[in-house]
């Protein structure tokens, strides 16, 4: 572990806490020349570094988190590097990987396991004959099938038109 005064512990952890990372407001004990030397040190290290926005520094003293401004006038603010937070030895915190999505499974004796139930059948079927059965009206019936069927469920649909049925929708084998 790299070796540190008591100051550049506080502000490294104190940066650490932040969501933005950056290290100033400093404590208020550390003005002037401890302040500029503490820093000094902290970048000379690389366990700190400046940051260049790309937005002129206006004088907030109630944000207090601009270092100093380059010669365009824009503000300079320091942050704490990978490197600082090893020193102090805070891991940053990875991302969370988003849980793999839930394979759902319709309820049994529903309306939707019902429409799977036809769709699965040898022959298929016809939104008028899904209609009857579900009781649903021609949109809700297409709407199913789009919605809950394929885009929450991952079914395939195929439809094909058989002749003295009409348009006969049916669940593609994988």
Known sequence: MTKLSDAQLVILSAAAQRDDRNVLPLPGSLRGG??????????KRGLIAETV????????????????????????????????????????????????????KPRTGTKQAK??????????????????????QSHTVRGAM?????????????SEKVEGRGRVYRIASD
């Open 34 to 43: 401890a302040a500029q030397k503490v820093i000094g040190a902290l970048l």
């Open 53 to 104: 926005t790309d937005q002129l520094a206006k004088a907030d003293p109630a944000l207090n988190r601009i270092w100093r401004n380059d010669e365009d006038g824009c503000a300079i603010l320091l942050h704490i590097t990978d490197a600082g937070l090893a020193a102090i030895g805070f891991e940053p915190q990875q991302p969370v990987p988003d849980p793999a999505p839930k394979t759902r």
């Open 115 to 136: 429409l799977i139930e036809m769709l699965r059948a040898e022959g298929g079927a016809t939104i008028d004959e899904i209609v009857a059965a579900t009781g649903w």
């Open 146 to 158: 789009s919605g809950a069927l394929k885009k929450k469920l991952g079914l395939t649909i195929a």
